[in-house]
């Protein structure tokens, strides 16, 4: 209420809440219960491994409280490399379904480790934006490789509708990309 028309996001780890254990369904659910009471609005689901049952719990969990879930699909590999053959562009777009299936409101390309390059984002989120048309999609990205200002900007370019960036001062190496 003391910061009207600005939406507060905050990371979840499905059934390991904030933490990198797994605590009990009742504990994660009140978790998720008290932070949207206290001013949470966006949660970003999500699973370091992609496990989807995990996610689902997350999803759930975030549902029932009345929050806006974010379902994250965590991104390696290169999807512009056609010779690799585990983390395909047919993988993503799998995943990505059964995250729609549980009726997210955000699709979130979380790129932890600052693989993602310009090619391979707009390879992903066009794919994404094309199957769904209708959901926002979001991307995270970490300027490790220092590729991350055009990869955004390639993210952009082919539908993302929010990229994640830092002050110049506080960007670059492990943080966001420079605005």
């Known amino acids: 209420?003391?910061?009207?028309?600005?939406?507060?996001?905050?990371l979840l780890r499905g059934t390991n809440a904030v933490g990198y254990?797994?605590?009990p369904d009742n504990v994660v659910k009140s978790f998720v219960k008290e932070a949207v009471k206290r001013g949470v609005d966006i949660f970003r689901v999500f699973d370091s491994l992609n496990y989807i049952e995990n996610l689902k719990f997350g999803i759930e969990a975030v549902h029932e409280a009345g929050g806006v879930v974010e379902a994250t699909i965590c991104y390696t590999g290169d999807v512009s490399d056609p010779g690799k053959t585990k983390y395909t562009l047919d993988y993503y777009l799998e995943f990505a379904r059964e995250l729609v299936a549980c009726d997210v409101h955000i699709l979130c390309i979380k790129d932890m480790a600052g693989l993602l390059k310009p090619e391979a984002a707009r390879t992903l989120v066009g794919a994404l934006r094309a199957e769904f048309p209708d959901i926002p999609i979001h991307v995270h990205t970490h300027d490790t490789a220092g590729?991350?200002?055009a990869t955004m900007m390639a993210a952009a370019e082919a539908g993302a509708d929010i990229v994640d960036c830092a002050q110049d001062s506080m960007s670059g190496l492990t943080s966001q990309p420079s605005m």
């Open 1 to 10: 209420k003391a910061v009207p028309n600005i939406p507060f996001q905050m």
């Open 21 to 23: 254990t797994t605590y």
């Open 147 to 149: 590729v991350g200002v």
